[in-house]
């Protein structure tokens, strides 16, 4: 018999649905039953490659139930955001608006709105795709995440939380809850770039910039890569380059050469090749560096 493993409306597996309404509920059926189970928080990863057979979980672990998971709030620590925060919600956010304009640029550029009134901040960076667009601002912005399992609550720095493609650094039995962003220092400057095949599309690259200045040259500076290699990167060599330097085209160049350098050649690219990307890399590097500086003191 042929199966429909493409953009079918058939859910082609049976499974065993769970709707835990706290965290360690959570957690308890995790750690029972392991490889077999898949988190459901806003779907549009997880649906999808189902219908396509891409996983076949045996039991289906809903978190929606969990009404904390979906705050966003401020903290001494920043911003802190949960898992289930729905990427709509953090583009309407004042608060998020205000304090952490970099991340409602970014989730502006995620599919559709039908989209985004589903999709959640923690999906986006759980699923590990090279091409998380919520991944760049936040490895730029110097984020934390917060994993709670069996042995408790943990934390840890964004970019250790991306071990490669598909990968995330979650024990069995965890769970990733949210993540606090700290404040960019007073007057920071930040651009998200992205370019995909079409403007609901995911990024082919996509680029982060945060900047600040000090006496016209450029005193902070963090530049992060996605859709090039593995996993999202922040480019500390370009970052490096700029530092104490005017933003000269000269300059924007030259650190943008280190961005470019960073795209991994693999056997089978998706959407484009590698010298694409190169290109392409290095021209988004310029204009986020470009247009964070201008926004500088905004």
Not at 146 to 151: A, C, D, E, M, N
Request: charged share 25%; hydrophobic share 40%.
């Amino acid at each position: 018999m042929h199966i429909n493993r493409v953009n079918t409306h058939i859910m082609p597996i049976r499974f065993e649905y769970h709707a835990p309404a706290s965290l360690d509920e959570a957690v308890e059926l995790l750690e029972r039953y392991g490889k077999e189970a898949k988190i459901l928080a806003g779907g549009t990863d997880l649906i999808p490659q189902i219908k396509q057979r891409q996983t076949e979980p045996r039991h289906i672990v809903n978190i929606k139930g969990i009404p904390e998971l979906a705050r966003i709030k401020e903290t001494d620590g920043g911003i802190c955001i949960g898992a289930l925060a729905r990427l709509r919600a953090i583009e309407l956010s004042p608060l998020m608006n205000e304090k952490l304009p970099l991340l409602v640029e970014a989730a502006k550029t995620v599919g559709s709105v039908q989209i985004r009134n589903m999709a959640t901040i923690g999906g986006n960076i759980c699923n590990a795709s090279p091409s998380a667009d919520m991944a760049t601002p936040l490895m730029a912005l110097d984020a934390e995440v917060h994993v709670y399992g069996k042995g408790g609550a943990r934390t840890y720095p964004i970019g250790e939380f991306f071990l490669g493609r598909g990968e995330v650094k979650l024990d069995p039995g965890e769970m990733l809850t949210g993540m606090t962003v700290p404040l960019p220092p007073e007057g920071a400057g930040s651009a998200f770039e992205k370019v995909g095949w079409t403007t609901f599309d995911i990024a082919t690259v996509n680029v982060a910039a945060v900047v600040t200045l000090k006496g016209g040259r450029i005193d902070l500076c963090r530049v992060a890569l996605g859709a090039c290699s593995p996993a999202p990167i922040r480019v500390f060599q370009a970052e490096e380059a700029l530092k104490g330097r005017k933003p000269t085209d000269e300059a924007l160049s030259e650190a943008a050469a280190y961005v470019s350098a960073c795209v991994e050649p693999r056997e089978r690219w998706r959407r484009a090749p590698p010298e694409y990307r190169r290109r392409t890399s290095k021209a988004l590097a310029v204009d986020a560096v470009s247009r964070a500086v201008e926004s500088v003191g905004r």
